[in-house]
């Protein structure tokens, strides 16, 4: 006979044993808590030609941007493709098949044909979801969801996770006041939605609601970080209030603390340490040791050139640890990466390599060279993935770089630019009363 999900999809190859873990670990996935690789990994040893095992197995590895996690998601590909499969279990395979070819975009469209044909595969959705992401695809990461919605209500199990991808969807094209409520209405459902918290975040640091920030982080953060693999990423979120404020020491206390305090070799926890160390570098603060460790969790990356965000995240690292081997590897990498296949190709030509280049210029004093490389990818630089507030880092050093190169005009424009955007942000005031003080030239 036949197993079903909980939503009434057929897995194929599947018992009502390792369907239940099938399920526990798709949830810890929708509330980013908890061991969804344990559960799927249970699955699997119960039920070997499980299709959907092996590709929750697969988006699982796909989506953390590491190369040897790919290399994981390409045998749980191959593992499926071989398998008896329904239709719908065949679209999930051909798109995990895309993705680990490199192919990011073309897998995000064939989970698009997947939604809309069978608007209740919340998996399809959720992987979706992710690879918006990834790709930077903002109108995605709201209407993705928007369509499925009418097909979903609260008695669905999953539907928190519904919300709090439309809420980051709905803050990510500005509609704040929405994407609070529905992110909001997320974390009320299920208080471990990881996501939803993150989404109300974005919306208060989008509009430098400071106090607000730090209210809603640590009112309950046993709630977000309890068994949490996305708890780094929430407490990044926390001393971005910190630091727009000034306050430093509660920055490097996080920092030391939740966010590398463990010293964290992956991928997306590294780029929130650089992130936060890196603003600290552009506001002059000492940092100590901290780039020089960093780095060296950074140096296997140095050659990967895998995903392009990553790389400029581990440039910050080693330009300003003085580690100019592994940001000359680095470089070498991404050149041979836009000459390979896949989209990295892309997000590597257009941002992640002239980005690269900048920070480094930066690092090394070399201001103008910074600027001349920032300034025509700002408007471009949605395409190698990441958020708004993640992205924020390459204005942040564009802004800093005019400031130490003492050019004034640019300077006073970026600064006003910033302030017109976040009013209430101690930190644009910081920048624009720096602009200003800037000396005229003479004319």
Not at 82 to 87: D, F, G, Q
Not at 224 to 240: C, D, G, K, P
Request: aromatic residues 8%.
């Amino acid at each position: 006979m036949t197993v079903h999900d909980r939503l009434g999809f057929a897995l194929s190859g599947a018992d009502a044993d390792s369907a239940e873990d099938y399920e526990t670990g798709l949830a810890a996935l929708q509330r980013f808590a908890g061991d969804p690789i344990g559960a799927v990994e249970r699955a699997l040893a119960a039920s070997p030609g499980f299709v959907m095992a092996h590709v929750l197995k697969g988006w699982l590895y796909g989506l953390a941007t590491e190369p040897d996690a790919t290399r994981v998601a390409q045998r749980c590909f191959e593992a499926a493709r071989v398998l008896p499969m329904t239709a719908r279990e065949a679209g999930h395979v051909a798109a995990l098949g895309a993705l680990v070819q490199g192919q990011w975009h073309q897998a995000g469209l064939l989970l698009e044909d997947l939604s809309i044909d069978m608007p209740r595969d919340a998996l399809a959705l959720q992987a979706g979801h992710q690879i918006d992401f990834f790709t930077g695809n903002a109108r995605m990461l709201r209407d993705r969801i928007a369509r499925a919605l009418p097909a979903w209500d609260a008695t669905m199990p999953g539907y928190h996770a519904m919300l709090s991808a439309h809420a980051f969807g709905l803050e990510e094209t500005g509609d704040y006041a929405r994407a609070e409520a529905s992110g909001r209405h997320a974390v009320e459902l299920e208080p471990r939605d990881g996501w939803g918290q993150h989404a109300v975040a974005h919306v208060m640091e989008m509009q430098s609601r400071q106090a607000d920030g730090i209210a809603w982080m640590r009112a309950n953060p046993e709630n977000w970080t309890a068994e949490s693999f996305f708890q780094v990423h929430n407490w990044w979120h926390l001393a971005l209030f910190h630091f727009d404020l000034g306050e430093i020491d509660a920055v490097l206390a996080l920092y030391d603390g939740p966010i590398h305090g463990g010293e964290s070799a992956v991928a997306l926890n590294m780029v929130d340490a650089s992130a936060i160390l890196w603003r600290l570098h552009l506001r002059g603060v000492e940092v100590g040791e901290r780039w020089t460790r960093l780095a060296d969790l950074w140096a296997p990356f140095a050659g990967a050139a895998n995903y392009a965000f990553n790389d400029v995240h581990a440039m910050m690292a080693f330009a300003a640890a003085g580690r100019s081997d592994l940001a000359a590897n680095l470089l070498e990498a991404q050149r041979a990466a836009i000459e390979s296949g896949g989209d990295n190709a892309a997000f590597t030509r257009d941002v992640g390599h002239p980005a690269s280049l900048a920070i480094k210029a930066f690092a090394d004093g070399d201001h103008r060279t910074a600027i001349g490389l920032l300034k025509p990818i700002r408007a471009i630089a949605h395409r190698f993935g990441g958020s708004h507030a993640q992205r924020d880092v390459l204005d942040l050093t564009l802004v800093e770089a005019a400031l130490r190169a003492g050019e004034r005009p640019l300077a006073c424009a970026l600064a006003a630019e910033r302030h017109a955007l976040r009013p209430q942000s101690p930190f644009s005031d910081l920048l624009l009363r720096r602009a200003q003080a800037l000396p005229a030239a003479d004319t």
